[in-house]
């Protein structure tokens, strides 16, 4: 990833307003080693916007990976991407959060999708994938720091910096430990963002060619002799 496109893609994320999700989703291709749980052979396939009768997901990407005694299989990692823009959390009680509407829609989207997928053979057999197992819940991206909580107005149906961060990081732990376990990732836009900034490809460098040594004239006075 260049300087000028991470740039370009970190203007997205921090834009307010209106939702930019698919902008930001055609730079998701740098990240594809943040979006998998193992470390792959290769990278094969990244589909965005796959067609199901359930609804389109929004991005699955697919790997070649080895098992510890060498066993190649293909497996496909199924996520659903929110804009930057999209809250996670919001205002429950004063000490306590409620997901919002578009963490709920991305979740049950993501759930949907990835059930259909899992029984799809079109699918599995488009991507090369031999067993259903190695379809795989990949996760949810949405939001950033600043966008964790939706607070409704000011005193008591808002939440200090810090009780906010206590609160979010509590619902997200609950619905990680009792509902996804260790099988869908919750990630936000800052952190793709501080996962490609270690991996921004410097600036070529022009080399100049080199300069010829200059060749300085005879001494004054000096005889040259040539052979007759």
């Known amino acids: 990833m260049s300087q000028l496109e991470y740039a370009e893609l970190k203007k997205l994320v921090e834009l307010n307003g209106s939702h930019n999700e698919l902008a930001c989703r055609q730079y998701l291709k740098y990240a594809q080693n943040l979006l998998v749980t193992e470390t792959p052979k290769a990278f094969l396939t990244t589909d965005k916007e796959y067609r199901g009768n359930s609804g389109d997901s929004d991005l699955i990407i697919s790997c070649r990976v080895q098992d510890g005694v060498g066993h190649e299989s293909v497996k496909a990692y199924v996520w659903e991407v929110k804009a930057p823009q999209c809250h996670l959390f919001e205002f429950d009680t004063r000490n306590r959060v409620k997901p919002s509407a578009e963490y709920i829609s991305a979740e049950n989207q993501l759930l949907h999708?990835?059930?259909?997928?899992?029984?799809?053979?079109?699918?599995?057999?488009?991507?090369?994938?031999?067993?259903?197992?190695?379809?795989?819940?990949?996760?949810?991206?949405?939001?950033?720091?600043?966008?964790?909580?939706?607070?409704?107005?000011?005193?008591?149906?808002?939440?200090?910096?810090?009780?906010?961060?206590?609160?979010?990081?509590?619902?997200?732990?609950?619905?990680?430990?009792?509902?996804?376990?260790?099988?869908?990732?919750?990630?936000?836009?800052?952190?793709?963002?501080?996962?490609?900034?270690?991996?921004?490809?410097?600036?070529?460098?022009?080399?100049?060619?080199?300069?010829?040594?200059?060749?300085?004239?005879?001494?004054?006075?000096?005889?040259?002799q040539t052979s007759t």
């Open 113 to 224: 999708y990835y059930d259909e997928l899992l029984s799809s053979e079109q699918f599995r057999r488009e991507h090369n994938i031999a067993d259903r197992d190695n379809v795989m819940l990949g996760g949810i991206l949405i939001g950033r720091h600043d966008t964790s909580v939706k607070c409704k107005g000011k005193g008591k149906r808002s939440y200090d910096p810090d009780t906010m961060q206590r609160l979010f990081l509590r619902a997200l732990r609950l619905r990680q430990n009792h509902l996804y376990g260790q099988r869908i990732k919750v990630l936000t836009w800052d952190t793709i963002l501080d996962h490609l900034k270690s991996a921004i490809s410097p600036p070529q460098q022009q080399v100049s060619p080199p300069h010829p040594l200059p060749i300085s004239p005879p001494p004054a006075n000096t005889t040259i």
